[in-house]
């Protein structure tokens, strides 16, 4: 199974500043149709996943724009521009290339 | 709006069984693929099973081949899990998720399943 690696796992950050979480896969996630398929979720407390960004850096209807993704290959990274108090959570990334799915351990966001 | 509202969860012994149910509505249903993932307690997200709106192709994680079976019912909007010899591993939320462009653009608020004895 492709293993996929985030990093951090715990990232306090001061509300209006950036963060930005890194996640790598154990295979390159370039499918055979050219598409790379990386997602990010969101996951506040108590709540379902919501996905943010879908092939490495689309985002979601909704999800606002200090939100972005990039990346490519086995390397990807989310981030966020200005922390807001409502960002507070857990993010995974999820690869859709090769089956079985998988996600990465998930970053848990909090506020200093 | 799109809605998934997840049913069918509860207590069950090791060994035995259940059958998780999903109800959709806001899309057209039978265009769409769908999927089960679950989150055990404190833990991160498991891909478990995944179908097509045609119900072909199917696909499962190891863990739950030969044990659990999707399956859905277009004419109804729903979606299933038929989870057969439950191990104490299998406790988990169980959300069904629906593609949207791609994986997971939809989600359910889950259905706690617990295995113990």
């Known amino acids: 199974d492709v293993v996929m690696t985030q990093s951090p796992l715990s990232l306090p950050v001061t509300l209006g500043q950036p963060a930005s979480i890194s996640c790598r896969s154990t295979?390159?996630?370039?499918?055979?149709?050219?598409?790379?398929?990386l997602h990010w979720f969101q996951q506040r407390p108590g709540q379902s996943p919501r996905r943010l960004i879908y092939k490495v850096s689309n985002r979601d209807s909704g999800v606002p724009d200090r939100f972005s993704g990039s990346g490519s290959g086995t390397d990807f990274t989310l981030k966020i521009s200005r922390v807001e108090a409502e960002d507070v959570g857990v993010y995974y990334c999820?690869?859709?290339?090769?089956?079985?799915?998988?996600f990465g351990q998930g970053t848990k966001v909090e506020i200093k | 709006q799109v809605l998934l509202v997840e049913s069918g969860g509860g207590l069950v012994k090791p060994g035995g069984s259940l059958r998780l149910s999903c109800a959709a509505s806001g899309f057209t249903f039978s265009d769409s693929f769908m999927s089960w993932i679950r989150q055990a307690p404190g833990k991160g997200l498991e891909w478990v099973s995944y179908i097509s709106g045609s119900g072909s192709p199917i696909y499962y994680t190891d863990s739950v081949k030969g044990r659990f079976t999707i399956s859905r019912d277009n004419a109804k909007n729903s979606l299933y899990l038929q989870m057969n010899s439950l191990r104490v591993e299998d406790t988990a939320i169980y959300y069904c998720?629906?593609?949207?462009?791609?994986?997971?653009?939809?989600w359910g608020q889950g259905t706690p399943v617990t295995v113990s004895s």
């Open positions: 295979q390159n996630l370039v499918y055979s149709d050219g598409n790379t398929y």
């Open positions: 999820m690869q859709g290339t090769h089956w079985p799915w998988t």
């Open positions: 998720t629906r593609d949207r462009v791609v994986a997971a653009g939809d």
